[in-house]
């Protein structure tokens, strides 16, 4: 089985090829219980015209596509960036186990910035959320989209 970091490096690809995009970059991917990915995704509103193309919807879709199944049991998702409010009820309701991320959000993040919804009492799944995975790299790729945006 490969380490959360080699996960968390394919996740980072994935943001790369969302900055190639003109996309704000984030990346994402699915790992099943074997350590396959199973799913990849990146930032792609814009490109797919869709609100909900985040690189978290796009790899669980996959992943889902993958198994035929839109419960990813036993599947871990590595993201780049803290899991939105959107992104967070996807992961919820794929009944992923757990979640990795890299870098905080501090304007929408739902696990540490701005709530946590992963930990809210009504919720028939627990998710096991760890944060801070290579967040320094995470956030390099996104203050340098930025800084040349401004």
């Known amino acids: 089985m490969r380490s959360d970091e080699y996960y968390m490096h394919r996740a ?10 003109g996309e704000v970059p984030v990346g994402a991917v ?12 990146y930032n792609a509103p814009v490109g797919c ?17 993958h198994l035929g199944n839109y419960r990813l049991d ?16 996807a992961i919820i309701h794929a ?15 739902m ?3 701005r709530a946590n919804l992963f930990a809210q009492p ?3 799944h ?4 760890e944060g801070g995975l290579l967040a320094i790299q995470a956030k390099r790729l996104l203050r340098d989209f930025f800084t040349e945006r401004r």
């Open 49 to 65: 015209h869709d609100p909900s193309a985040h690189a978290e919807v796009r790899a669980l879709r996959a992943a889902a596509a």
């Open 122 to 124: 009504w919720h028939n």
């Open 30 to 41: 699915v790992v099943d219980s074997g350590g396959e990915i199973i799913g990849e995704g």
């Open 12 to 21: 980072l690809d994935q943001a790369r090829l969302g900055l190639a995009a």
């Open 111 to 113: 696990v540490e910035s």
């Open 74 to 89: 036993d599947c871990t998702l590595y993201v780049t960036l803290e899991p939105c409010l959107m992104c967070t009820g």
């Open 126 to 129: 627990r998710v096991d959320v």
């Open 95 to 109: 009944r992923l186990a757990r979640v990795v991320y890299g870098a905080a959000e501090p304007r929408t993040g």
